[in-house]
T-cell receptor, first 112, second 112 residues
Framework: KAGVTQTPRYLIKTRGQQVTLSCSPI?????VSWYQQTPGQGLQFLFE???????NKGNFPGRFSGRQFSNSRSEMNVSTLELGDSALYLCASRTLPLNEQFFGPGTRLTVL | AQSVTQLDSQVPVFEEAPVELRCNYSSSVSVYLFWYVQYPNQGLQLLLKYLSGSTLVKGINGFEAEFNKSQTSFHLRKPSVHISDTAEYFC??????????FGKGTTLSVSS
């Protein structure tokens, strides 16, 4: 099976812009989670989608949003980018109720 | 609430030496425990997991971990490391169906 794929791998934006990141889960996995990784805060959970519905949400401002499509692909959007949004954004998929999450390679977002 | 503490931020070791990366967790309920590895510019790869059963868990690449409920620990060990084991290692915890909570990570540096 193909693994979790994320596009694009690298992205450079300026403050105030918005960005959309994409994640395609492993075939058959209906749950997709998003995590933010920064040197200061480490790995933090953003949100999880299952069957097009958000089932868990982390402690991030409303500028961070996501959605999931009927084919389980997911997108996350960050509006009004801030310098502190520079991070590696990781997507993970799993097949519930199993707990093992499989991670993609991440999207490196740099905000200038 | 759950939390994870990785006791060492950096662990330098010589090739072929044994290594232990320490992880303690805090939770008032039963949890599942994981160790992930991250190589530079890559996503997270699952090394091993403890869901239930035997407290000694064997994973990939010769790593193993022991779940100690009384000490709330889940230390990762390898009897003989290789240069290629140089990476960042993350301990994580969750309950069934919830998001992963990660420790801050331990950088393992293996030199010859």
């Amino acid at each position: 099976k193909a693994g979790v794929t994320q596009t694009p791998r690298y992205l450079i934006k300026t403050r105030g812009q918005q960005v959309t990141l994409s994640c395609s889960p492993i075939s058959g996995h209906r749950s997709v989670s998003w995590y933010q990784q920064t040197p200061g805060q480490g790995l933090q959970f953003l949100f999880e989608y299952f069957s097009e519905t958000q089932r868990n949400k982390g402690n991030f401002p409303g500028r961070f949003s996501g959605r999931q499509f009927s084919n389980s692909r997911s997108e996350m959007n960050v509006s009004t980018l801030e310098l502190g949004d520079s991070a590696l954004y990781l997507c993970a998929s799993r097949t519930l109720p199993l707990n093992e999450q499989f991670f993609g390679p991440g999207t490196r977002l740099t905000v200038l | 609430a759950q939390s994870v503490t990785q006791l060492d931020s950096q662990v330098p070791v010589f090739e072929e030496a044994p290594v232990e990366l320490r992880c303690n967790y805090s939770s008032s309920v039963s949890v599942y425990l994981f160790w992930y590895v991250q190589y530079p510019n890559q996503g997270l790869q699952l090394l091993l997991k403890y869901l239930s059963g035997s407290t000694l868990v064997k994973g990939i690449n010769g790593f193993e971990a022991e779940f100690n409920k009384s000490q709330t620990s889940f230390h990762l060990r390898k009897p003989s490391v290789h240069i290629s084991d140089t990476a960042e290692y993350f301990c994580a915890v969750n309950q069934a169906g919830t998001a992963l909570i990660f420790g801050k990570g331990t950088t393992l540096s293996v030199s010859s």
